[in-house]
């Protein structure tokens, strides 16, 4: 069976197509914003939400540059998003421990401000993005981006309130480590489902040649 064979119904297509756009100019403007706000704040964890915001916005550019391909190579490109959230999750750890060894304290106004305001863009985005969660790999990745980072922003938000009450960084730290974890499940979960795509294209193939598996 061909790539073409195995990709989803071109209204699907269009309909998957016209929100990655949406979500493309959410997360490009959504980034900018955070950076401004984090570097203004010293808060880490808006440094690694806009961080989150330009991944997931080369992501969506990614996904539709494959959109129009087969099964195949919407999996691989879901593999490269899912080892991209794992190296995500993981410099957000390394960054929190050097400013909770640094011990900044952030700016918990503009924390709580630019929190806010991320959630609602990235609810929107989830909103429109809920029924394709359950599509192949390359879908449920884009998805699964989404949902954490409005998880996160709630975080965010909480974090603001707990620098704002302690008069800590250590709400900070905490949810930085929150958002990694988030990211390292994800990817776990989009790798493992992506594999699995590839590894049955290529019996599919396999059995379309008329070789043995």
Known sequence: ????????PPTQDRRFKRVLWIALVVNLGMFLVEIGG?????????LADAADFFGDATNYAISLWVLPFGLAWRARAALIKGISMAVYGAS??????YNLFSQVVPEAMTMGAIGTLAFFANFGVAVLLYRFRSGDA??????LCTRNDAIGNLAVIAAALGVFGTQ????DYIVAAIMATLALTA????????RAE???????EQDAHGHMH
Do not use: F, K
């Open 187 to 194: 990817s776990v979960s989009v790798i493992r489902r992506a």
């Open 1 to 8: 069976m061909s790539e073409q064979c195995c990709a989803p």
């Open 168 to 171: 800590t960084g250590w709400p």
């Open 138 to 143: 390359n879908m449920r990745s884009v998805w």
């Open 38 to 46: 984090g570097i203004a704040s010293d808060s880490t964890s808006l």
């Open 92 to 97: 957000v750890i390394a960054y929190a421990l």
């Open 198 to 204: 590839l590894r049955g294209e290529v019996l599919e």
